[in-house]
C-alpha cells in the first residue's frame, strides 16, 4: 500500500525543504548514528531516512547499499503518519505493509521500528529506523536508544540550519555596512572639495580617509566567505587606491606589502597605524610643495616588519615630538603599537620623518 499523504503535506515538504538535507553528500556523524543504532538495536539495517515527494532519501545507512527508493515502497512514508515512534513487530499482518515487496520478497523486512525526526514546526521529515529479516520486539532499552538518536539528529540540523540563518544575515549587514561606509566616505571627500576654510578642509579629509580605509578592511573581510585570515596585498591595495585619491595634488603614496595572511585583528591594527601615518604627513610633512609617502610592511612567521616614510620637512624636533606622542595621531599609533606587543620608533633629520616597528607578534592569525 502506498503512503497516504500528510495533512499538512505542503508545509512539511517545506519545511524539509528548509533544511537543504536532501542530496547532501554522506558524512561519518550521521554514518556513526546509523551505526550505534544498528549494534544497540541488534538489527542488519539502519536508516536516517527524509520523505521527499515521490522518494525515500536516505542521508545514512547501514546495510541498504542505496541512497533512495521510491515513495510506494516506503515503510517511513507510513511511520511518519502514526505519531513519535512507530514499531511493526511483523510487518505482513500490518495490512499497510503486507502487500510490500520490500517486505514479501525473500529475504524481507518482516520487523520495523522507527522513532520519527521532526522539524522545528513539529511536522514529520523522515525517521531513524531499523528493519531485520524476521519478526522481534525492540527492548524498552533499545527503544530508547532509537528515540535518542533521533533527537540528536534534530539538535544537529537544527544547530546547522540556525548558523546558516546567521551567516546570511550576517552577510546581509556586512553588505549595507559596506554600503553606508562608502557613501560616508564620498560624502566627506565631495563636502572637502568644495569647503573654503583650510582647517575644516583637512579635518574632512582625514574623516575622509579614515572612514575609507575602515571601509576597505571591511570589505576584505566581507568577500573572505569563512575564511578567517585576510590577504594584506589585496586589503592594502585598496587602502592605497582610496587614500591616494584624498592626499592633496603633487603627494604620491606607494605601499608595498608582501603576500602574506593574517587576522582581522592585526590587519584593522596595521590599517589605523598607516592611516595615521599617512594623514600625519599629509597635514604637516610637505606644506604647499610635492612629495612622496612610502609604505613597506611585511609580516612573515610570527615577525613583523612596519616602515612608513615621507620625504617631507620633518627634523629632529618633530621626531622627538613624535616619539613623545604629543600629537593625536602619534598617540593613536603609540596605544595600537602597545596591543601588538611593539614599540614605534620615530627618525627625521630635516629630509623626513621614518616610522620603523618591528618585533615579535603574537600570531598572524590574531
Known sequence: MKPALHPLEDDRLRELRRYGILDSDKE????????????????????????????????????LGVRSTPLETSLCGHAILQGDYVEIPDTLDDARMADNPLCTGDPGFRFYAGSVLK????????????????????????????????????????LRLA???????????????????????????MKARRETDLAVRRALVDASGRIRS??????????????????LKSLFKRIETDLQQLLPEGIDLA????DDRVGPKLANSLVLIVNEFIANSAKHAFGSGHGSITVDIGVSSG?????????????????ERAATGKGLGTRIIQSIASTMGVMPQWKASGIGMELRMAGTIASTAS
Open 28 to 63: 561519518r556523524e550521521f554514518d556513526e548514528l546509523v551505526e550505534i543504532a544498528s549494534e544497540i538495536c541488534e538489527a542488519p539495517v539502519s536508516v536516517i531516512n527524509f520523505i521527499d515527494d515521490s522518494r525515500q532519501w536516505f542521508k545514512a545507512e547501514v546495510g
Open 214 to 231: 575602515l571601509s576597505a578592511l571591511h570589505a576584505e573581510l566581507h568577500e573572505l566567505d569563512g575564511n578567517d585570515l585576510i590577504g
Open 119 to 158: 522539524g522545528a514546526n513539529g511536522l514529520p521529515l523522515g525517521t531513524l529506523c531499523v528493519l531485520d529479516h524476521k519478526p522481534r520486539e525492540l527492548s524498552e532499552h533499545q527503544r530508547r536508544v532509537l528515540r535518542v538518536l533521533s533527537r540528536h539528529i534534530m539538535r544537529e540540523l537544527d
Open 163 to 189: 548558523l546558516d540563518q546567521e551567516q546570511t544575515l550576517r552577510r546581509e549587514v556586512d553588505l549595507r555596512v559596506k554600503n553606508s561606509l562608502a557613501s560616508i566616505g564620498a560624502l566627506l571627500s
Open 303 to 319: 615577525r613583523l616588519t612596519l616602515v612608513c616614510r615621507d620625504d617631507g620637512t620633518a627634523g629632529v624636533a618633530e621626531a
Open 255 to 258: 605601499i608595498d606589502v608582501n
